[in-house]
T-cell receptor, first 113, second 112 residues
Framework: NAGVTQTPKFQVLKTGQSMTLQCAQD?????MSWYRQDPGMGLRLIHY???????DQGEVPNGYNVSRSTTEDFPLRLLSAAPSQTSVYFC????????????FGPGTRLTVL | DQQVKQNSPSLSVQEGRISILNCDYT??????FLWYKKYPAEGPTFLIS?????DKNEDGRFTVFLNKSAKHLSLHIVPSQPGDSAVYFC???????????FGTGTRLKVLA
């Protein structure tokens, strides 16, 4: 049981490039989400999904796309990277046990030049 | 406007003493609160939670206190240990959802 996995761990992009941050969980959790963490800002919700085929926007969705074709995977796409998207990105899933059972991945540190 | 605030970005405490981390919120409808702990280069992990029907919840060295009238919660760690050095976030799941609002975090350093 690997929990929540994220790839890559580190990434450097140039402004305007696109990329996909991968997230997978093997706990059969329906709810998954993406957060970004910036200094002095805490974690802010980007997008979330309540199950396969269903996604919705969080607090800071602009510049990001998501899809949920399977229960296990929840990729985050940056369409045209901007320096303002330099951040640490965390994927999370929530188990059937309720709000206490949110598990986070190890994060992806993204730098946009 | 931040709905969940942690006004102390950092805190240093001697090993063996009490660490007190604070969190304030603005929405009186919030009814459940969590604390997460985060080490460098790792994702946050759940530490302890409290429902608004309680004013205290204890788990080993960790106790969370809730003051609903003041819209304030605090995390007490007694005794503090060097391994407790981490960033602590308070978080609130918005009612009926798993959309969490996080505070900005407090970096705790426990000095040996």
């Amino acid at each position: 049981n690997a929990g929540v996995t994220q790839t890559p761990k580190f990434q450097v992009l140039k402004t305007g490039q696109s990329m996909t941050l991968q997230c997978a969980q093997d706990m059969n959790h329906e709810y998954m989400s993406w957060y970004r963490q910036d200094p002095g800002m805490g974690l802010r919700l980007i997008h979330y999904s309540v199950g396969a085929g269903i996604t919705d926007q969080g607090e800071v969705p602009n510049g990001y796309n998501v899809s949920r074709s399977t229960t296990e995977d929840f990729p985050l796409r940056l369409l045209s990277a901007a320096p303002s998207q330099t951040s640490v990105y965390f994927c999370a899933s929530v188990g059937a046990g309720g709000v206490d059972t949110q598990y986070f991945g190890p994060g992806t540190r993204l730098t946009v030049l | 406007d931040q709905q969940v605030k942690q006004n102390s970005p950092s805190l240093s405490v001697q090993e063996g003493r009490i660490s007190i981390l604070n969190c304030d919120y603005t929405n009186s409808m919030f009814d459940y609160f969590l604390w997460y702990k985060k080490y460098p280069a790792e994702g946050p992990t759940f530490l302890i939670s409290i429902s608004s029907i309680k004013d205290k919840n204890e788990d080993g060295r960790f106790t969370v206190f809730l003051n609903k009238s003041a819209k304030h919660l605090s995390l007490h760690i007694v005794p503090s240990q060097p391994g407790d050095s981490a960033v602590y976030f308070c978080a609130v799941p918005t009612s009926g959802t798993y959309k969490y609002i996080f505070g900005t975090g407090t970096r705790l350093k426990v000095l040996a």
